[in-house]
């Protein structure tokens, strides 16, 4: 694998999600693309695990914003 463009890719992935307002559209699209980001590098445990915490900070971000 290489591990470069993996992790360029999911910075991409949270860079473009990190602005957006965490709506119920936007949450359904990133967990679409994100899989498909896995999907694209194997769907291995270490690239599923990382997936999924990005997942995780967006949606806790997302949910932070809303209780300020």
Do not use: H, I
Not at 28 to 35: L, T
Not at 36 to 43: H, P, V
């Amino acid at each position: 694998m290489n591990y470069f463009k993996f992790f360029t890719e999911v910075w991409r992935f949270f860079k473009k999600y990190y602005d957006r307002p965490g709506k119920e559209q936007d949450y359904e699209e990133s967990v679409r693309e994100c899989s498909q980001l896995a999907k694209t590098f194997g769907n291995g445990e270490f690239v599923n695990q990382v997936c999924m915490a990005v997942l995780e900070e967006l949606e806790r971000y997302w949910k932070g914003r809303e209780e300020a």
